[in-house]
């Protein structure tokens, strides 16, 4: 199933696949044809009906209006009825939401909205009890009522489920075909082809077609009759007449073209951003548990650091005291940064997942998606850093002026914002969640030995001085105390040297040069912009997904 659609990732692939004779091509196919997983994969903050309209918007033609659009929305929630569940949360599979059986619908609905004309499924009943199953095969039925094709794999089903069906191919272990060819009513076409091979027993009366298939066909019955089914079949009349069929389906008839679309995708690179920043705008509002955590632990670290650490600014005797409110300013940007980059790896590592199928639909190519992903976090960290710089501005009594309080903000905001991209690249470089979180975290021990604040740039070893300059939180530090004390002239002790002014002090023990301010915002500018395209582009071109 996933070679038919497109979907394999991993082994080798040998032989031919044409549509209507011409060779397939993976793109235009995606256009036209829907694939339902196994494993119900959806954004797990979105509503059913937006999951619905989401993919609408991406994949239904671009000539179409809104109206139409949500027309059509609403006719699929009715062929698979969700309308009594439109505005119901999907939720995490297991945890919240749906069930596992409206999940499955969602699925399927969620492709039906494309409009294809062939639709895979990966067992749609797998995990479902009898009515369950019975809900998703009529759900199936009505979809192939509209005109389409249905491809379905399916296990051991009931007798309901498999005289559903209209034909079918039944392949043995090691993927040999044993049969191929219409089921018929009551299954019976399927059990005569069967019960003409010698020593096959008759199925008995009310007995499960698809049962009594799989025990007559099992290797067991093989060994005891002797016989290969695979070789039965390809000696049989139905095998030279799939055989011809095949021929004359492999050859375009006259007169017709290949299937063309002028661009890969059926909307634009800029509404494709659009639609994805709408769904990623949704997902964000409704993560209380990310955003309202990340919030708190923002707040609570400033009111912590700034009730430890308070009115500290005043004090400017010495130099001892000097590097107190350094670290002060320097430890609440870090634990915050730090906070932010392990808290939005779980929303990433979720959300790739829903990205891997969503991209394979041919729904949007990896770079909207990304930056939609990268924009979304902009607003939420503004909001963190304009209130975190307000409480530990004035817990920390700071020089109130509106240069220094908003270089202190600026750089705030975009240390949060470049530690916020750079949990999201550990996510997009690593498998899973897990190693994302060992990588981001082997690398906080080097971004505080390299700052400039505990080991000062002048007393770097020359051979180790390079990994400072590539430090993000070096340039975090340097920032911070040149627009704080870079320009200050008071005098202040220096334990073994002559009283110094904290100008001349910043730049003969830390060297840091005040006139230098300007490269060091377009510094830290530079890392949120390159975590954040280095994030775009591993996502496009590293794909962790086991098919």
Request: proline residues 5%; charged residues 20%.
């Amino acid at each position: 199933m996933d070679v038919l659609a497109g979907r394999k990732t991993g082994g080798y692939i040998e032989g031919d696949i044409r549509i209507s004779g011409f060779p397939k091509n993976q793109s235009t196919f995606a256009r036209i044809s829907g694939y339902c997983e196994q494993n119900d994969i959806h954004s797990p903050q979105l509503t059913v009906r937006e999951s619905l309209i989401y993919s609408a918007l991406l994949r239904l033609p671009k000539e179409l209006s809104d109206e139409e659009r949500m027309k059509f929305v609403d006719e699929v929630m009715e062929l698979v009825e969700l309308h009594n569940l439109k505005d119901a949360i999907v939720g995490l599979p297991g945890v919240t939401g749906l069930s596992t059986e409206q999940r499955k619908r969602l699925t399927i609905a969620v492709e039906l909205v494309a409009n294809p004309s062939i639709i895979f499924m990966d067992e749609p009943t797998s995990g479902l009890d009898a009515r369950a199953a019975a809900i998703i095969m009529r759900t199936v039925r009505n979809t192939v009522e509209t005109g389409r094709t249905v491809v379905c794999t399916i296990h051991q089903p009931s007798i309901d489920i498999f005289e559903a069906f209209d034909e079918l191919l039944l392949m043995k272990r090691g993927g040999e075909v044993i049969y191929s060819g219409p089921l018929g009513k009551n299954s019976h076409k399927m059990v005569k082809y069967f019960e003409e091979i010698p020593g096959v027993p008759k199925i008995k009366e009310k007995y499960n077609p698809a049962t009594w298939m799989l025990e007559a066909s099992s290797v067991s019955a093989e060994v005891r009759l002797q016989i290969d089914f695979a070789e039965y079949y390809k000696l049989s009349a139905l095998y030279q007449h799939n055989k011809a069929l095949v021929n004359e389906m492999c050859k375009p008839e006259p007169g017709t073209n290949d299937l063309h679309f002028p661009t890969k995708y059926s909307q634009s690179s800029l509404n494709q951003f659009k639609a994805c920043l709408w769904k990623q705008r949704w997902t964000y509002w409704r993560s209380p548990d990310y955003n309202l955590a990340r919030f708190f632990f923002t707040m609570f670290t400033a009111l912590l650091l700034g009730t430890i650490f308070w009115k500290i600014g005043h004090r400017r005797d010495n130099a001892n005291d000097l590097s107190i409110v350094i670290g002060s300013m320097y430890t609440a940007v870090l634990f915050v940064g730090i906070t932010n980059c392990g808290s939005v790896q779980p929303i990433i590592a979720v959300e790739r997942t829903v990205f891997y199928r969503e991209r394979a639909a041919g729904m949007y190519s990896a770079l909207p998606y990304a930056i939609a992903q990268v924009v979304v976090e902009i607003p939420y960290v503004f909001i963190q850093a304009i209130y975190f710089s307000l409480i530990i501005y004035s817990m920390m009594s700071f020089q109130w002026t509106a240069a220094k309080f908003l270089w202190f903000f600026f750089i705030s905001f975009f240390s949060f914002l470049y530690f916020t991209y750079y949990g999201m690249m550990t996510v997009s470089i690593s498998p899973n969640e897990q190693v994302a979180g060992i990588l981001a975290a082997t690398f906080y021990s080097l971004f505080n030995l390299f700052s400039g604040f505990y080991i000062p740039r002048p007393r770097i070893p020359k051979w180790w001085v390079w990994y400072y300059w590539i430090c993000p939180v070096s340039w975090t530090v340097y920032g911070l105390i040149i627009t704080q004390y870079g320009d200050l002239e008071d005098m202040i002790k220096v334990p073994g040297q002559p009283d110094q002014t904290i100008k001349s002090y910043v730049e003969d023990h830390y060297g840091f040069q005040n006139d230098f301010m300007g490269v060091v915002a377009a510094v830290l500018v530079g890392f949120s912009v390159f975590f954040a395209f280095m994030f775009s582009f591993c996502i496009q071109k590293l794909n962790f997904q086991q098919r």
